[in-house]
């Protein structure tokens, strides 16, 4: 009969259609928690582990890292125990039968000297216990450089291929973690050395300008002098102090603002000054001495040289997720093409920490937030850079 309906063809279609609905549903549910299936679930505990061990690996390979990475390691490979041994000692220990402890080393030295993995069986692995599990090892090389700094060791009942691979990636992962720990030791070292060559490059031609100001004042104006020398104490503390090589924009302005006072003290009325800063990029952290050294070069560089009175501008504008900060001078400008080879290193000594500061800007944050530089002769010149606001494992002090 047409336009009837077939009842048994009818139920199967919606039982079919009923059962995929709850397909759905279900397979929503489970993305909503995060898994899929079991492999899903191993997947992201394995990373989390990952990522708990590379918190401590981060301090390089030290007994303490190896002693609390090594618990997550542990979890990762599934053997019995994991040590983690140096050339000379065996930094860590963790699981089981740790009276194997003193022979790691001899059991490690064929890796160590071969850079490869090595798989040791109950002929090597001798134990006085007869309840003692572990009867066998596999131990991969963790590598610097190309150079075999430590040995990774999973103990076990009985070598297995699988534990053998997994060891060795393992091993790899780690080796990858503490060149991180090495690069980022070695940009810190770097960072120090730069702030140091930039005291030393400031230091003398400031110090020299400033006592010659403050003197030509003490019997004039004494008031005017004494102030000008706290100012004069306050500054080279803030130049010369200890601490890490990053602060707030607002303590950087700070001493900008005496670094001024004593150049007006020096050039009287022919220095004008404008201050155009948005309050909400104060708290914003950045290099230590990255926006003074940038204001004396517009000083000594861009404005001494000119006749009658110079401006400088000092901006900084709230831009989204960055900071910008800029230096602008009226004075008498350069060559675009010596500015590019002061930022190539090639005469950094020709203007006061013009490299340093971009130099310690792209170390810091990436090449794309080194310096711009705007200038031509005549047309004085504008020095501006960028600073994320919030810029993971960056803060003042630290």
Known sequence: MTG??????????????LLLW?????LRRSRRR????????????????????SQHLGEGLTPEAAER??????????????????????????????????????????????GRTVVNSSDDVTCSEPDCPLRSTVTAPLVMDDLVVGT?????????????????EVAAWVSSQLALAELARTRTRVMEAELRALRAQISPHFIYNSLAAIASFVRTDPDRARELLIDFADFTRYALRSGGPFTT????????????????????????????????????????????????????????AKE?????????????SDAEISIEDDGVGTDPERV???????????????????????????????????????????????????????????
């Open 69 to 114: 990475a090594g618990r997550h390691l542990l979890s990762i490979l599934g053997a019995r125990a994991v040590s983690i041994s140096d050339p000379g000692s065996v930094l860590s220990w963790t699981g089981v039968g740790e009276h194997h402890r003193s022979t790691a080393l001899a059991l490690g030295e064929q890796t160590r000297a071969t």
């Open 152 to 168: 990774l060791t999973a103990w076990t009942e009985q070598p297995s291929p699988g534990l053998a691979r997994a060891t060795e």
């Open 340 to 398: 590019r080879h002061i930022l190539d290193g090639a005469h950094a000594s020709d203007s006061v920490g013009l490299g340093n500061v971009d130099a310690r800007l792209r170390q810091v944050y990436g090449d794309d937030f080194g310096l711009v530089v705007e200038t031509a002769p005549g047309a004085g010149t504008r020095v501006s850079f960028r600073v994320p606001k919030f810029a993971p494992g960056i803060h003042a002090g630290s």
């Open 34 to 53: 995060g898994f899929l299936s079991a492999v899903d679930r191993a997947t992201y505990a394995t990373l989390h582990t990952a990522s708990l061990a």
């Open 249 to 304: 924009l607002a303590e950087e302005l700070r001493n900008v603002e005496r670094y001024l006072v004593l150049e007006q003290a020096r050039f009287g009325d022919r220095l004008q000054i404008s201050l155009l800063i948005a309050p909400e990029v104060l708290p914003v952290t950045l290099p230590y001495l990255a926006v003074q050294p940038l204001v004396e070069n517009a000083v000594r560089h861009g404005l001494a």
């Open 308 to 320: 009658g009175v110079g401006h400088l501008t000092i901006t900084a504008s709230d831009r989204g």
């Open 4 to 17: 009837s309906i077939h009842w048994p063809t009818a139920v199967v279609v919606a039982g079919t259609m």
């Open 22 to 26: 709850l397909a759905v549903v279900l």
